[in-house]
């Protein structure tokens, strides 16, 4: 069964860091767009940075030169490293994947986290 597994959220206080970590687990043959997204209470759930399989990233203005993403095709994997984190950071934080190719060459589409919160606070 080919689904996301994130981790590496918690409370922070203001200016700190946190990286968050999202793995493809099951057999995989190849993944194409790798994204983050974030759903603070009361808000709709907003785009924070995406890696595509061609390269390139693009970043929500709110983080930019403060978040990073990497992905590492061949631990199946997507980061997001946060620096000087802010209140307006906190959230629940979801990984997502537009379509995985597994070994048995079955495609799926749009794969979703459970989602991790990151609390940023003094």
């Known amino acids: 069964q080919v689904r996301l597994v994130e981790s590496g959220g918690g409370l922070v206080q203001p200016g700190e860091s946190l990286r968050l970590s999202c793995t493809v687990s099951?057999?995989?043959?190849?993944?194409?767009?790798m994204a983050w997204y974030r759903q603070a209470p009361g808000k709709e759930r907003e785009l924070v940075a995406e890696?595509?399989?061609?390269?390139?990233?693009t970043f929500a203005d709110s983080v930019k030169g403060r978040f990073s993403i990497s992905r590492d095709d061949y631990r199946s994997s997507v980061y997001l490293q946060m620096n000087s984190l802010k209140n307006e950071d906190t959230a629940v934080y979801y990984c997502?994947?537009?379509?995985?190719?597994?070994?048995?060459?079955?495609?799926?589409?749009?794969?979703w986290g459970q989602g991790t919160q990151v609390t940023v606070s003094s």
């Open positions: 997502n994947v537009d379509k995985v190719i597994t070994a048995g060459r079955q495609a799926i589409f749009d794969l």
């Open positions: 099951g057999r995989i043959f190849s993944i194409n767009d």
């Open positions: 890696i595509p399989r061609a390269g390139g990233t």
